[in-house]
């Protein structure tokens, strides 16, 4: 094993090539390009030769599962498979794979898109926020009570729909002002049409139900999308490079539950209503989590509580002592499931590696310990105390009050338990997961939308329910 820096500029391009010139067969020679100074996360060029007899392809790795990037913590794995020395259980990495086929064109266009998928993402939010404010503001100024009770639809509406419209917007990869205004508007007249075509109380029911359906679908397409999306897990800084990532498992489970219940609303009580949030939950969570499809062990415990929460307020005879212990044991029965699920079907996911091969209760203690780290760095970074308290306050005002919330839909159990499932999901998410609070703001934000979309009640003037 040799391990040389190769001098800068020129110099160093003909120290590669003289490398790449006497390299004997059966040698590998792997060759990465040194972090430039700072602290930004980057994609470094890396190139290998002698790996598995492929010549001009990609390479790629079970740790990314994206076609032509490798991981840094793969090329320790790769080395020693390499030499034939037994790889530690230590090491978190997977060994690389050279595959037929390259397409540098398209690797530059991948590194471009995720260099402006953070810097983009609140920005899409607050632009979508402040248009919904201007069409609200300008509905009271100009228009009826009807007017603005449409403005108070259209807006939450508009919400649901945008995780879906950011899949479009992934595709295009258009500049930043224009995925901005595409984004925004797209959502907005997707909002107006859904309201006008599918009435209230049931219209979220048609973005929730056709934003899961489109992110199950890229997901077994191997996430080409979701990856480039702004909702996507921002493979750029490391943390995942396919599959679901935190805020999106705080969307799709929110998606879920707002589909599930304003598709019940009206119907009352029932075992078929649990049997719809249960078997919701279940679906959703083995697609989140499988290894080969989201991979996120997290959302199983975010969704699990969540859909638990809501399918036990549908029971007809109301909440019990056995149905609190299926609360509980919700997001536990979600793992097992989910582990058989991954040993069955060979799914070589984050979870598989480090949690059902973990060499004993020394490795399980370190990952719980490093999440929680990661957790409570999240927990105290800029905006996310003030915020984090302002949610809180907020579920706490809605939970007081829960039945002028829940007044124009005449206290619907449907609706009490897609927003008392919110709020569990929210509540799991944060202390379960590595962004913390992250997941309940989601939540929080998503619950917040579903309350101010009950406020556009079209049948009603705007000072007519009960405690306005």
């Not at 820096?5 to 003909?14: D, E, K, M, W």
């Not at 930043?176 to 209230?200: C, F, H, P, Q």
Request: glycine residues 12%.
């Amino acid at each position: 094993l040799v391990v040389a820096s190769l001098p800068p500029g020129a110099a160093g391009r003909a120290a590669l090539a003289e490398l790449v010139a006497q390299r004997r067969a059966g040698e590998l020679l792997l060759v990465m390009q040194a972090p430039p100074p700072g602290t930004d996360a980057q994609l470094l060029p890396t190139g290998v030769l002698g790996l598995g007899g492929t010549r001009g392809g990609h390479l790629t790795s079970s740790t990314t599962h994206t076609d032509g990037v490798v991981a840094a913590i793969d090329v320790a794995p790769t080395v020693l498979e390499h030499l034939g020395v037994t790889v530690p259980g230590a090491v978190k990495g997977q060994p690389m794979t050279a595959e037929p086929g390259r397409d540098a064109a398209g690797l530059r266009s991948l590194t471009e898109r995720l260099r402006v998928v953070l810097p983009r993402r609140l920005p899409a939010l607050w632009t979508l926020i402040g248009s919904w404010v201007a069409l609200l503001l300008a509905a009271m100024l100009v228009a009826d009570r009807r007017g603005e009770r449409w403005a108070f639809r259209v807006g939450p509406l508009a919400v649901f729909w945008l995780p879906s419209v950011l899949l479009l917007t992934a595709a295009l990869a258009p500049s930043r002002t224009a995925e901005l205004l595409l984004a925004t508007g797209l959502a907005l007249l997707a909002g107006a049409l859904t309201d006008r075509l599918a009435g209230w109380p049931r219209a979220p029911m048609v973005p929730a139900l056709v934003g899961l359906a489109a992110y199950a679908i890229d997901l077994a397409s191997g996430s080409p999308l979701i990856i480039r999306s702004l909702l996507g897990p921002n493979p750029l800084f490391g943390a995942r490079f396919y599959g679901i990532g935190n805020e999106l498992e705080a969307t799709l489970a929110a998606l879920l539950l707002v589909g599930v219940g304003t598709l019940l609303a009206g119907r009352g009580r029932s075992r078929a209503a649990v049997a719809a949030f249960a078997g919701g939950g279940v679906a959703l969570a083995l697609v989140v989590g499988a290894g080969r499809l989201g991979a996120d062990v997290g959302g199983v415990i975010t969704i699990g509580a969540g859909a638990a929460v809501a399918a036990v307020l549908m029971l007809p005879g109301g909440l019990t002592r056995r149905s609190a212990a299926v609360v509980v044991l919700a997001p536990v029965l979600g793992l097992a499931l989910l582990a058989a699920v991954d040993l069955t079907t060979g799914g070589d996911s984050h979870f598989t590696r480090t949690v059902l091969r973990a060499d004993g209760s020394g490795d399980l203690l370190d990952i719980v310990s490093r999440r929680y780290r990661l957790a409570g760095r999240q927990a105290v970074r800029g905006f996310m105390p003030a915020a984090t308290i302002i949610a809180l306050l907020g579920i706490a005002v809605a939970m007081r009050r829960r039945e002028r919330v829940l007044a124009p839909v005449d206290g619907d159990p449907a609706w009490r338990a897609l927003l008392a499932g919110l709020v569990a999901a929210g509540v799991a998410g944060a202390l379960f997961n590595d962004s913390g609070p992250v997941l309940l703001l989601f939540e929080a934000f998503f619950a917040g939308s579903a309350v101010l979309y009950l406020r556009g009640d079209p049948r009603l003037a705007r000072d007519a329910l009960p405690g306005r």
